[in-house]
């Protein structure tokens, strides 16, 4: 018996930035997890990571991250991906400072 998929979204770290991206449904990455593409089957979910792991130029250390569709659109499951949505946590820079964002 095989597991059921569970929606998922490709996810890197912006090269220059280091900034946690998605990928979107445009093939470009967000700083926002609420524009990714929704992955719904395995088989596109692995299409569209490697797809990602040659954009080397770009982002490293991508992978595919379990998420949940909320009201707004794709929410982290996990914490590591609900830290990464949060930017940086050890001074306030980048998303922490624009959205107030408590530390």
Not at 5 to 11: E, G, L, N, S, W
Not at 63 to 84: K, N, T
């Amino acid at each position: 018996m095989s597991a059921v998929f569970k929606p998922k979204a490709v996810t890197a770290n912006d090269l220059l930035e280091g900034d946690a991206v998605w990928l979107n449904v445009a093939g470009g990455w967000t700083r926002d997890i609420r524009k990714a593409a929704i992955i719904e089957d395995e088989a596109k979910g692995q299409s569209l990571l490697a797809a990602a792991l040659q954009q080397e130029d770009v982002v490293v250390d991508a992978y595919l991250a379990e998420i949940r569709i909320g009201e707004d659109g794709p929410e982290p499951v996990h914490f590591r991906e609900v830290f990464r949505t949060r930017g940086p946590s050890n001074y306030r820079h980048g998303k922490q400072e624009a959205d107030n964002v408590p530390l």
